[in-house]
């Protein structure tokens, strides 16, 4: 069964970091990919950062290139997402996913996505 759990979310200030996590069971990460969506309120869950478990090949949108970093272990079967500089507009619930390979403009193709997690940036 698969499945993925967040955790590492929280409220913090401007500028100030926070690093995600999602650690995931019932696959391996070597044989797919995990990306980091998120969703605030008001707005169309929009596509931050993916990784290919086969390679370390990673993926950013534009508005968090610089700022994030997304990182695989997996002999923890985990993958991580350092987020720096934070803004208020960062504000939203994270969720990991996974899928065959990266698309971050494509939700639709995740079949298994975790619960999330909120991260709010007071300004």
């Known amino acids: 069964q698969v499945q993925l759990v967040e955790s590492g979310g929280g409220l913090v200030q401007a500028g100030g970091s926070l690093r995600l996590s999602c650690a995931a069971s019932?696959?391996?990460?070597?044989?797919?990919?995990i990306a980091w969506f998120r969703q605030a309120p008001g707005k169309e869950r929009e596509g931050v950062s993916c990784?290919?478990?086969?390679?370390?090949?990673?993926l950013y949108a534009d508005s968090v290139k610089g700022r994030f970093t997304i990182s695989a272990d997996n002999r923890e079967n985990k993958v991580s997402l350092q987020m720096n500089n934070l803004k208020p507009e960062d504000t939203a619930v994270y969720y990991c996913?996974?899928?065959?390979?990266?698309?971050?403009?494509?939700?639709?193709?995740?079949?298994?996505w975790g619960q999330g997690t909120q991260v709010t940036v007071s300004s």
């Open positions: 996913a996974t899928s065959v390979f990266c698309a971050l403009g494509a939700a639709n193709l995740f079949h298994s």
């Open positions: 990784i290919r478990g086969n390679d370390g090949g990673t």
């Open positions: 019932g696959f391996t990460l070597g044989s797919s990919a």
